[in-house]
């Protein structure tokens, strides 16, 4: 796995997790516990709001029909466009960015059902992060999360996310054993404060 590293002076950080596993709600946390110590810090997301990113919100509502492979090659062009238009310009104005899902959302999600060398492949020019943190959490748990939120077919879904997340478990373990990339698992089963505190001791050797 080679991916361009980052000699920006911005440190470009993502967070990763299975759905409802506090993604947006702990970025947003860094992004403020940051600011608030002088860190210039942008937050963003994947998929984007970008043109690419539009067309896979209608395919993740099921508005259009895509195929597996499609939805691949989509979520990585759409990363390409972020990392051009938002990403690099961030980090090198020296700007921390904090990006809520980034490739590992790629292979672990499209890669219970595809070839992983070839997510690898799709991937290849996009930045390797200076920390990656995995918002590890129990499928149960985040089912729970998800259903005060909206009803799921309970059975499915939370075989679906165990399957990703054992993905996730098995890339990151990888990308870190082959690359020099910081990455963290974090137990998101603990309270939002707890996790949080947890995120920003991960992050701190890179962040001064
Ligand atoms: P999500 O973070 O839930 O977006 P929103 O909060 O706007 O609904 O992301 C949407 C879904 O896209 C989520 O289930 C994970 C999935 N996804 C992939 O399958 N591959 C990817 O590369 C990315 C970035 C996301």
Redesign the pocket.
């Known amino acids: 796995m080679v991916f361009p590293q980052n000699i920006n002076k911005g440190k470009f950080i993502v967070i990763e997790g299975i759905?409802g596993s506090g993604?947006?709600t702990q970025t947003a946390i860094l992004k403020e516990r940051l600011t608030s110590e002088g860190i210039k810090t942008y937050q963003t997301?994947?998929?984007t709001d970008g043109p690419v990113g539009g067309v896979l919100r209608l395919a993740?509502t099921k508005r259009i029909s895509i195929t597996p492979e499609t939805?691949a090659l989509l979520?990585a062009a759409d990363r390409m466009d972020h990392l051009t238009k938002e990403i690099v310009p961030k980090l090198e104005e020296g700007i921390a960015v904090i990006c809520?899902?980034?490739?590992f959302?790629?292979f672990a999600?499209?890669g219970i059902d595809l070839d992983m060398d070839w997510l690898i492949k799709l991937n290849c020019k996009a930045l390797l992060p200076d920390a990656t943190i995995f918002l590890d959490v129990d499928p149960l748990e985040c089912e729970k999360r998800r259903e005060s939120r909206m009803r799921v077919e309970h059975f499915e879904e939370m075989e679906k996310l165990s399957k990703i997340r054992e993905k996730y478990l098995e890339v990151l373990k990888q990308l870190g054993d082959e690359t020099k990339a910081k990455i963290e698992i974090v137990n998101a089963n603990n309270s939002i404060e707890q996790v949080a505190d947890d995120i920003l001791s991960a992050i701190r050797p890179i962040i001064k």
């Open positions: 759905d993604l947006s997301k994947e998929p993740l939805f979520f809520d899902r980034y490739y959302s790629n999600y499209q």
